[in-house]
């Protein structure tokens, strides 16, 4: 064995100076893009900042146990946030399928090697709201059956012994209750409420808001707007189900998360994007991509009967946004033709939108690319006028 330190050095990596990196995305034949649509899971998500990738690099070079790491950080990001506890999941949906599991078992190390079988646990989620949203999935991972309410006076009539969880999707509520009467109801029968916030930040309040209003459990997007690792979350909130949502994951083996390991790089890394993101000026930031925005608007408005209208969406992807659109007699493509050419044009662009309309935001763009983004529309709408 030589000297420890250079031989812990070599096996890691090139040696000092700045490593030669291969264009692998290139090698691969893979099509990058510019993101204008938004932190899309399909499109990759959001890009990590320096500081998250330090901390992964950081982390790589040695050994902690897993579950230590996961104590301290969860520690700090719930003491960062000033809420009870946290941990850090796969994902939002990692931390609503643990999350869940925790509420149906408790401590009970018996019940965590039972499930998906719920056999004698109460194992029915009340589910706010008739949206049809994928991601419910992540409760019915665990067993437990979902049932849905639309309104108040079905929520408290729905509820009964086999009651477990009442569940709200913060984002796609299609009801008249208010988070507030959600969470109230669950305190007056004293069952566990969870929030499900994966792209509610900005704003950062958010953060916290629902854990101070009463939510037992909320579930954060590490990969969204806090920009850590794409395939990391969140779970915030009361300690006592945290802990319990913990014994559903690795190290230990017998459970329904066990596919859902986070490495320490990961834990370590999300705690610093969570740091980053409360140390942002965000007011500064909302205002240049405000700017930013009437730029793009601007730049778009030259081609005659183009349209473009400044949005904020109320929840989820809470950004400056800006919606065009234009009179397809005096310029005729469609807006899925229009996307499409700015997808196959170079660079490529992503945007995002319905069938009537192209819809940008800036939040995920790199430095440098609000001006391209803003010519290519423009020259793809003015060539189709042409
Ligand atoms: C993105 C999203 C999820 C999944 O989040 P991941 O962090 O990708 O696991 C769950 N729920 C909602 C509402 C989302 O927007």
């Known amino acids: ?126 589910k706010m709201g008739t949206s049809d949203i994928g991601y419910i999935h992540a409760v019915l991972n665990t067993g437990a059956k979902v049932i849905e309410v639309s309104t108040l006076q079905e929520l408290e009539n729905a509820i009964d012994e086999r009651t477990a969880m009442l569940f709200y999707f913060n984002a796609y509520n299609n009801t008249d209750v208010t988070p507030e009467q959600f969470v109230a109801v669950g305190k007056k029968y004293g069952i566990p409420t969870f929030n499900d916030i994966a792209a509610d930040v900005p704003p950062v309040e958010n ?12 579930a954060v997007s590490g990969g969204k707007g806090l920009r850590g690792p794409q395939s990391a979350g969140l779970l915030l909130g009361r300690r006592d189900l945290i802990q319990a949502a913990r014994l559903h994951t690795p190290p230990r083996g017998a459970t329904i998360g066990r596919g859902m ?69 005096r310029i005729p493509v469609t807006p899925n033709d229009a996307k499409q050419r700015l997808r196959d044009g170079h660079p490529s662009i992503e945007t995002g939108g319905g069938r009537d309309d192209i819809s940008v935001s800036v939040w995920m763009m790199r430095p440098g690319e609000v001006e391209i983004v803003a010519y290519r529309i423009r020259d793809v709408l003015r060539a189709a006028a042409a």
């Open 1 to 126: 064995m030589g000297g420890g330190g250079s031989a812990t050095a070599s096996h890691l990596g090139r040696g000092s100076g700045i490593p030669e990196y291969r264009d692998y995305f290139a090698e691969l034949g893979l099509r990058t893009f510019i993101n204008a649509a938004g932190t899309l899971t399909a499109l990759s998500g959001s890009l990590m900042p320096d500081e998250v990738v330090e901390a992964y690099d950081y982390a790589r070079r040695t050994y902690v146990r897993l579950d230590d790491i996961q104590d301290k950080v969860g520690e700090r990001i719930a003491s960062m946030l000033g809420v009870e506890y946290a941990t850090v999941t796969t994902g939002a949906f990692g931390a609503i399928t643990l999350g869940t599991a925790g509420v149906l078992t408790g401590m009970d190390e018996k019940k965590v090697a039972q499930l998906p079988d719920t056999t004698g646990m109460k194992n029915v989620v009340i």
């Open 207 to 218: 953060l916290w808001k629902y854990s101070k209003m009463g939510f037992d459990l909320v």
């Open 261 to 329: 390991k986070v490495n320490k790089e990961e834990v370590l890394a999300m705690m610093v994007a969570v740091e980053r993101y409360l140390a942002t000026d965000h007011e500064k930031e909302w205002k240049e991509w405000e700017s930013q925005i009437q730029f793009i608007s601007d730049t778009v408005k030259t081609v005659p009967g183009t349209e473009t209208e400044y949005y904020v969406p109320e929840i989820a992807n809470h950004v400056p946004t800006l919606r065009i659109t234009w009179d397809q007699n």
